[in-house]
Nanobody
Framework: QVQLVESGGGLVQAGGSLRLSCAAS????????MGWYRQVPGNERELVAA???????EYTDAVKGRFTISKDNAKNTVYLQMNTLAPEDTAIYYC??????????WGQGTRVTVSS
């Protein structure tokens, strides 16, 4: 199993920045990719950004040029740097990982609120 713990959410004004962190533990050697999803009540959870074991990245169009996903292998941590935040970025952000055995794990979520 893999355990994921997010941190770094909070309240920020529009135009501001936040950095989310996701620390992985457990069978981390089995992880193939990690990502950040977000969910607004009443909506489906959507992919924000993802990074593979070989550092390939992908982003949803809404955050391209504003958000950056990165990882620190030594700390088993994935980051999401969020710049130029807008009220529509308000959501609960979840860390996710997929393993070689095609299992998916989720963190508990961290709330991001962007005020206008």
């Amino acid at each position: 199993q893999v355990q994921l713990v997010e941190s770094g959410g909070g309240l920020v004004q529009a135009g501001g920045s936040l950095r989310l962190s996701c620390a992985a533990s457990g069978r981390i050697f089995t992880i193939e990719s990690m990502g950040w999803y977000r969910q607004v009540p009443g909506n489906e959870r959507e992919l924000v950004a993802a990074i593979t074991r070989t550092d390939n990245t992908e982003y949803t169009d809404a955050v391209k040029g504003r958000f950056t996903i990165s990882k620190d292998n030594a700390k088993n941590t994935v980051y999401l740097q969020m710049n130029t935040l807008a009220p529509e970025d308000t959501a609960i952000y979840y860390c996710n990982c997929n393993t070689r055995a095609r299992r998916t794990y989720w963190g508990q979520g961290t709330r991001v609120t962007v005020s206008s």
